[in-house]
């Protein structure tokens, strides 16, 4: 089992980065797959982004290609996710999540944080 304490949301302009934390618990970190996955108001929870355990391959949503950068430290237990060049439209709640298999089946992601906002203003 693991636990997963997301941190680093806030409000930024358009244009703008923000760099997502991910602490989690537990001395299996190294085994999990990692991902963000958010929640806009009104919409359901959709993948962004996931990491295999070793942090070698990765996968993104294509509405975040090339802006988002995720990463892993697998020595300090924790997840990363770099955004820049922020848009209106990444407003959400961005949660962290896990896998104990299947990392790059979204679906299989069944460890959850709490969330962080993330507010994108013009």
Request: glycine content about 12%; some cysteine.
């Amino acid at each position: 089992q693991v636990q997963l304490v997301e941190s680093g949301g806030g409000l930024v302009q358009a244009g703008g980065s923000l760099r997502l934390s991910c602490a989690a618990s537990g001395r299996t970190f190294s085994t999990y797959g990692m991902g963000w996955f958010r929640q806009a108001p009104g919409k359901e929870r959709e993948f962004v982004v996931i990491i295999s355990p070793s942090g070698d391959l990765t996968s993104y949503a294509d509405s975040v290609k090339g802006r988002f950068t995720i990463s892993r430290d697998n020595a300090k237990s924790t997840v990363y996710l770099q955004m820049l060049n922020l848009k209106l439209e990444d407003t959400a709640v961005y949660y962290c999540a896990a896998a104990g298999s299947g990392w790059n089946r979204p679906a299989l992601y069944d460890y959850w944080g709490q969330g962080t906002q993330v507010t994108v203003s013009s």
